[in-house]
């Protein structure tokens, strides 16, 4: 006889994207940041900034009593994600006078084949091996290069009679909510 493998009906959950073709991957964060002040700032010396060529960095002459230290206006990006953490949290906390961070997260489209209706999983019933005479769990049953069911217990070819419940056949059945 065989055996049929119930769909767990509490397992069945709509998927709230459900024929959706597009997902959302978000990216690594970017941080980028702008600094306006008198002196050169000593993080700026970290290999996790970069300056320059994206951004253009502006070192302006400083006029008058600042001449030695100078007026920067400096833009750049923060490559090292613990560096560009640890400058926004201190930033919070005002440490950094003159400096802005803003990190931003950009996501990338992706394609790919509709997004089943519904999610759910199918109990873990117990099997019976018409070789061995061995009840396995559908769980436990392996399986050759071609799919082929193989007994855990005596290695027995193809020795399981069961089915899957299909999901089609509930919904056309019963309600669910
Ligand atoms: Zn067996």
Redesign the pocket.
């Known amino acids: 006889m065989t055996t049929l493998i119930k769909i767990i009906r509490k397992s069945i959950k709509r998927n709230p994207h459900a024929f959706s073709t597009t997902s959302y991957i978000p990216l690594r964060p970017e941080t980028t940041f702008k600094y306006e002040g008198f002196g050169k700032p000593e993080w700026l010396d970290n290999k996790g900034v970069y300056i320059g060529e994206i951004k253009a960095e502006r070192i302006i002459p400083a006029k008058g009593k600042c001449s030695k230290k100078g007026y920067f206006i400096i833009e750049g990006h923060i490559i090292d994600e613990g560096l560009s953490e640890k400058l926004y949290r201190e930033c919070t906390e005002k440490k950094h006078p003159g400096l802005n961070i803003n990190v931003e997260i950009k996501t990338q489209e992706v394609h790919h084949i509709s997004e089943p209706e519904y999610f759910y999983k199918h109990k873990n019933s117990l099997v019976e091996?018409s070789?061995?005479y061995?009840k396995v769990r559908a769980n436990d049953i392996r399986k050759d290069e071609n799919m082929v069911d193989i007994?855990p217990?005596?290695g027995?070819y193809d020795?399981f009679d069961y089915k899957y419940e299909k999901l089609d056949d509930i919904l056309k059945t019963e309600i669910l909510i």
């Open positions: 091996c070789e061995c061995a007994c217990k005596c027995g020795t």
